[in-house]
Nanobody, 116 residues
Framework: QVQFVESGGGLVQPGGSLRLSCAAS????????MGWYRQAPGKQRELVAR????????TYADSVKGRFTISRDNAKNTVYLQMNSLKPEDTAVYYC?????????WGQGTQVTVSS
């Protein structure tokens, strides 16, 4: 079955950086667009970034444009999110999933907390 396992979150000060990873299994990863999503307390889950199956096309939410970079390594079945210049409003649980998202395949996510 399809499984996504996110890692790399943590506590970071404003202005800091983190690199998230998402390892996929149970699917032909290279066939699918992928997305990073986040959910902050009391808010709906939102799309942060997406990447085409070959990695050549990326799209970002306005709130992270210029600060976050999504990439993928199809040989490793892994998608990454490099997050720079982090702000307190980036605090959330971050998830990866197919793009468009498919509800049965949410993983446990990884917590990112930006605080001084």
């Amino acid at each position: 079955q399809v499984q996504f396992v996110e890692s790399g979150g943590g506590l970071v000060q404003p202005g800091g950086s983190l690199r998230l990873s998402c390892a996929a299994s149970g699917t032909i990863f290279s066939l699918y667009f992928m997305g990073w999503y986040r959910q902050a307390p009391g808010k709906q889950r939102e799309l942060v970034a997406r990447i085409s199956n070959g990695g050549g096309t990326t799209t970002y939410a306005d709130s992270v444009k210029g600060r976050f970079t999504i990439s993928r390594d199809n040989a490793k079945n892994t998608v990454y999110l490099q997050m720079n210049s982090l702000k307190p409003e980036d605090t959330a649980v971050y998830y990866c999933n197919f793009f468009p998202m498919r509800d049965p395949y949410w993983g446990q996510g990884t917590q990112v907390t930006v605080s001084s």
